[in-house]
């Protein structure tokens, strides 16, 4: 495994963080923990969850997934072995069961309070804004479209306000955001260097793959200069780079067969795509999931991706992009593809 630090502390993460939004649904918990026994075996030390996991969001699910790792730490008392991210929810119609606030001082100390019990633990190392609660572009909007009904008030201020008291009382490490845009981020930077006293973002959690590289449009610039680490989600498309759904194919029991509205990366062009960056790594005798995977950890703005998996096989391929070295020719070939078509699953 490769290791690095989450930016701007001594917080040594694993390149390679294990994601966790299947289980409680698609996975048991048993499953879960028999993931997180793998995954630590081959060096991974960095969990990420979310109050809303796990997906698709259901109020007869809420939050089993960080139930499922709780439980894993009971039974093991390792808690200070690993790094631990969580999330609040954003206000969105799927939420509107968890709460309809948004990111109100009394919601956020809610959310951490509900996730700690949960979790049983003291504290969550990294606490992040799963997506912005004003509107924007997210979740496979390309552009930005201004909605001249979206009467949010800027409350960046106390909310980091709020994660600064979270963090003097211990209960949380460091703060941050997700689904964000290059605005959203530099205002909350702005926000911690005008007002000193404030937590600094470290990490922005956004979608970034083969499929889509929308990240280095505006965002790589400011996570280069900045210091605000990517924390890579959906680094295989929601599987659709391990080639499993080409030639219109729909394994049972995988994501897309279970949940057809998660099409995102699926779309013809995707397909396209797909089917060109699979072709590549079979003429080079790589895997296409590992190839995707490899590319996204040696990107010099991503701290650590998130990868997921329903069983151990599929998660002992991803993790074993690690080790894979892509060689100029690869790269400049996958470089070629993505001119012909730039980031069709926004």
């Known amino acids: 495994m490769i290791y690095t630090n989450l930016p701007h502390t001594d917080i040594e993460v694993s390149k390679i963080c294990l994601g966790t ?14 993931q997180i026994n793998y995954a630590i075996d081959k060096g991974i030390n960095f969990l ?28 093991n008392g390792n808690r200070e072995d690993i790094v631990l991210a969580s999330k609040i929810a954003g206000k969105a119609d799927m939420t509107k069961f968890i709460r309809t606030t948004g990111f109100t001082r009394e919601s956020i100390t809610d959310a951490v309070e509900g996730s700690l019990q949960r979790l049983q633990t003291d504290y969550i190392d990294l606490y992040q804004l799963h997506w912005p609660d004003r509107s924007t572009n997210y979740f496979g909007q390309r552009g930005y479209k201004h909605d001249i009904s979206d009467h949010w008030e800027d409350n960046i201020h106390q909310v980091l306000e709020t994660m600064r008291d979270l963090i003097h009382e211990g209960k949380i490490k460091h703060v941050g955001i997700s689904n964000e845009t290059p605005w959203g981020t530099m205002r909350f930077l702005e926000e911690s260097k005008v007002h000193s006293s404030l937590p600094r973002t470290i990490t922005v959690q956004n979608p970034y793959s083969l499929l889509n590289r929308l990240f280095e449009v505006g965002m790589s610039e400011i996570s280069m200069r900045e210091q605000v680490g990517l924390l890579a989600y959906s680094p295989l498309g929601f599987g659709a780079l391990s080639g499993k759904y080409l030639s219109g194919r729909m394994p049972e029991g995988s994501r897309l067969s279970l949940f057809p509205q998660y099409n995102r990366y699926v779309g013809d062009s995707a397909v396209k ?21 490899a590319f996204v950890n040696t990107r010099p ?29 690869v790269l400049k070939e996958i470089e070629a593809i993505h001119n012909s078509i730039p980031n069709p699953a926004p």
């Open 48 to 75: 990420d969850t979310a109050e809303l996991y796990p997906i698709p969001a259901h109020k007869d699910r809420y939050a089993a997934t960080e139930k499922v790792i709780g439980n894993w730490f009971k039974k």
């Open 21 to 34: 939004m299947t289980w409680g649904n698609q996975n048991t918990e048993e499953e879960g923990h028999e």
């Open 273 to 293: 795509a797909t089917k060109k960056y699979y072709d590549l790594a079979q003429a080079q005798g790589l895997s296409v999931a590992q190839m995707a995977l």
């Open 301 to 329: 703005f991503v701290t650590s991706t998130i990868i997921g998996a329903t069983g151990l096989k599929q998660l002992e391929e991803n993790i074993g992009s690690i080790d894979v070295d892509l060689s100029e020719e």
